[in-house]
Nanobody, 131 residues
């Protein structure tokens, strides 16, 4: 049985940092791309960052636009620990959301990730940024 256990969220002041973790069990971690999603209050769940099998390639939301999280967030993975991380720096109020991880089998696109494609989610971890 696959389990996704997210942790690391909390209340943080604007400009602060948090590091989210997602421990995955029940599958061969190295065979899956990983990604982080978030759902802000009143918003749809949206992809934030994804990472390939080896961890060498990443994608970030709106990474070619000025409002990208690419300069503030870093996704990484530790294949020995079956864990994917999301380091979030210089947080602002718009980052307030529940954060979730998920997975896709095999090598493939890091950009074609949509929340509706996933039928299984962990409990998520809440990040609240205070101004």
């Amino acid at each position: 049985q696959v389990q996704l256990v997210e942790s690391g969220g909390g209340l943080v002041q604007a400009g602060g940092s948090v590091r989210l973790s997602c421990v995955v069990s029940g599958l061969t971690f190295t065979s899956y791309r990983m990604g982080w999603f978030r759902r802000a209050p009143g918003q749809e769940r949206e992809p934030v960052a994804t990472i390939n099998l080896s961890g060498r390639n990443q994608w970030y939301r709106n990474q070619w636009t000025p409002d990208s999280v690419k300069d503030r967030f870093t996704i990484s993975r530790d294949n020995a620990k079956n864990t994917v991380y999301l380091q979030m720096n210089n947080l602002n109020a718009e980052d307030t959301a529940f954060y979730y991880c998920n997975f896709k089998r095999g090598a493939g696109s890091l950009t074609d990730w949509h929340a509706v494609d996933f039928g299984f989610w962990g409990q998520g971890t809440q990040v609240t940024v205070s101004s």
